[in-house]
């Protein structure tokens, strides 16, 4: 197809002459045939930011298998264990090191000589120009020196080991280990995938933010508990109130207090005068072993404070939106307030807790004057702080519902099906929408939510519809019939709070329902694959990640302890390379410090998914794609020069 000249003569700008327009042709034709590059898919961290660190550190076990192909039976399980922990904590061991070796300068020669041996292999898949780029500047002279092939020198060996001896020499082999491990850490995986849910439940998901913002090269879907944090950030009072209870419930409140600055006090001093004589026991708090029990009293308060708030919140939401057609989770206005009951379904369920000093039976959604004070201010605090704030604008930049790369479709929960297959529709403010149109629908929603003016009625319609993708019905990062909040702490029976999963959990299996998801959303070509979390693998119970022979992997990364018990392992991530597929699952996680003292390692099980008939390379990849568009664009620039229609610039 021939190229519109004005779009050429843009294109001359950058390459102005016939030589640099060869010459680029020729190395984006070269890049073409290079391995494709490793990719790395986790899912639900669930603010778990030491065992996430840890696998970002081994790219779930990649430096492993570097270690494995480089030197093969010519080190012990211990050097190589050895090896790889100071690879993934390169500063730590050193530090111990320093102060047990006898002899340092013999043992900074051999980790040097295996280090940079294990990087040739990390850097063998890439172009010397992205390595170029990649390499830490303070040494990247040395590094490429020690790394690049030089056919031209005789020995070889001689020339390397005088580089090492005088980075020894002159005092610089720590500095240079911590640069050469950080490096091994960034090529061998090239691009990181984040399935969904950073936020709640474990204690650091502001340190998996300014992780994720300074990794090199990521995407990430968004999860039910990440868009509820969007909506919080937005000003959505639900949200806020849905964040800080979730908070509360794990003992996590400090992670607003100290991580993002959000001034709670407004809230515990409303909590203590209205439930200072209540032992708010139905409100316990899943704590972890580095919880203040101190606190839990106040907490407790907090906890119910919160939740009571919650549920007013939601209840005019729901109200205010009647296409959301969730009439049905409007609960407070069933309770008999005198008796102690509530009426769900048709059946009449005692009460675990009825103190309710702020609910009017008359209005039983409309907040009290203390509780109108306090979400104000708690909604200041979430629009000020800055650093939520950062973090959200980063998930909203480079995140979203849904991605199709690389011949793969990312989502965080399901695509919501009806019973026979079908997609179903959900009604947003007079419009249908289903599939991938309802994916699109809800995404924008969202960004409206965030970015809308102030003033505007589209701000708030799209902050309700995160509160919407949070836990309505047919969510697609849901995937339940309703979000049991006030059954799992008012009521006994547990029958009250189960949570019906939507079809797709029962249909994934069916291969013509993926086909469909799959051509619903551009993907019809062999091999194809749907990756997505949400749900952890009960591998106790005989569930497993591969459903549909391979075509739908579940990838949930098992990060949360809240889920251990139940799964019994710590979940799968998914490693993708030239030579195809593999799941990793993970034994459990002991600690950073254990990993850094003993060398130890997450113990993970590789599980193939699909090993390519021929290995993969860039050319088959979505890069690939953009560089054929590229060098046709270059060509036909290089038609043009030549056939006199441009005139070359010159040097």
């Known amino acids: 197809m ?7 003569k843009l294109l001359s700008r950058q390459y102005p002459t016939i030589a640099s327009a060869s010459t680029e042709i020729v190395n984006l034709q070269s890049i073409l045939n290079l391995p494709a590059a490793t990719e790395h898919f986790i899912s639900d961290v669930h603010g778990e930011y030491e065992q996430f660190n840890h696998v970002l550190r081994n790219g779930s076990g990649a430096i492993r298998r570097k270690i494995d192909e480089g030197f093969g039976n010519t080190l012990t399980r211990k050097d190589k264990r050895e090896l790889a922990s100071l690879i993934y904590y390169p500063e730590e061991r050193l530090s111990l090191v320093i102060e047990e070796e006898e002899n340092l300068d013999d043992w900074y020669r051999i980790m040097l000589h295996r280090l940079v041996q294990v990087t040739r292999r990390a850097a063998s898949k890439y172009t010397r120009s992205k390595v170029r780029k990649a390499l830490p500047k303070d040494f990247a002279y040395v590094i490429e020196e020690l790394i690049t092939e030089k056919e031209e020198i005789e020995d070889k060996e001689r020339y390397y080991n005088e580089i090492i001896h005088t980075i020894i020499r002159i005092g610089r082999a720590r500095e240079f280990i911590i640069a050469l491990a950080g490096l091994i850490q960034r090529l061998v995986v090239d691009h990181l995938h984040i399935v969904g849910d950073i936020f709640d439940r474990g204690p650091g998901p502001h340190i998996i933010m300014d992780t994720l913002m300074n990794y090199h090269s990521v995407d990430i879907q968004w999860g039910n508990h990440d868009i509820s944090w969007i909506g919080a950030a937005a000003g959505s009072a639900a949200c806020i109130a849905t964040v800080i209870r979730i908070s509360a419930r794990y003992g996590n409140l400090d992670i607003l207090e100290e991580g993002y600055g959000i001034n709670l006090i407004p809230l515990a001093k ?7 004589d209540d032992p708010c026991e139905a409100f316990s708090i899943r704590c972890g072993r580095d919880y203040d029990t101190r606190d839990m009293a106040l907490d407790m308060k907090m906890h119910k404070a919160i939740t009571i708030l919650q549920l007013k919140l939601e209840g005019q939401l729901i109200r205010r939106c009647p296409c959301f057609g969730m009439e049905n989770r409007l609960l407070l206005q069933n309770i008999d307030m005198k008796k102690g009951v509530i009426r769900l379904d048709g059946k009449t369920y005692p009460l675990k807790d009825t103190n309710f000093p702020t609910i009017d039976p008359a209005d039983p959604y409309e907040l009290s004057e203390a509780e109108y ?11 000020h702080s800055e650093k939520l704030q950062k973090h959200v604008r980063f998930l909203l930049s480079i995140g979203g519902l849904y991605k199709v790369h690389n011949g793969n479709l990312l989502y965080h929960g399901c695509v919501p099906l009806n019973p026979d297959g079908s997609f179903k529709s959900v009604n947003l403010f007079g419009k249908e929408y289903a599939g991938r149109a309802l994916y699109d629908a809800l995404e924008s929603y969202v960004r409206k939510g965030y970015y809308a003016n102030e003033k505007r009625a589209e701000r708030r319609r799209g902050q309700d519809v995160i509160w919407y993708i949070w836990a309505g019905p047919s969510s697609p990062v849901f995937g339940k019939d309703k979000m049991a909040t006030f059954e799992s702490y008012f ?8 949570e019906e999963k939507n079809c797709y959990y029962s249909l994934y299996e069916r291969e013509e329902v993926l086909d469909s998801i799959l051509k619903e959303f551009g993907l019809t070509e062999p091999g194809a694959h749907i990756i997505n979390g949400h749900v952890p693998v009960q591998v106790k119970k005989g569930d497993t990640p591969l459903k549909c022979g391979g075509k739908l992997l579940v990838i949930d990364g098992g990060f949360s302890k809240a889920y251990h018990e139940k799964t019994g392992i710590s979940g799968y991530t998914l490693i993708v390379n030239s030579h195809g597929m593999n799941l990793m699952a993970h034994e459990l996680f002991e600690s950073r410090e254990d990993s850094i003292l003993n060398g130890s390692d997450i113990i993970s099980d590789s599980i193939p998914v699909e090993q390519y008939a021929r290995r993969h390379f860039v050319a088959d990849t979505d890069i690939g794609a953009e560089l054929r568009s590229s060098i046709s664009d270059l060509e036909a620039l290089l038609a043009a020069y030549c056939d006199g229609r441009l005139k070359e610039k010159g040097e």
Do not use: P, R
Not at 491 to 498: P, R, T
């Open 373 to 383: 004070i306090v979400i104000g201010k708690l909604k200041q605090a979430f629009l």
């Open 2 to 8: 021939k190229k519109d000249i004005s779009y050429l």
């Open 491 to 498: 009521i006994e029976d547990k029958k009250a709070s189960k």
């Open 270 to 276: 409303f909590a203590m005068e209205t439930y200072g």
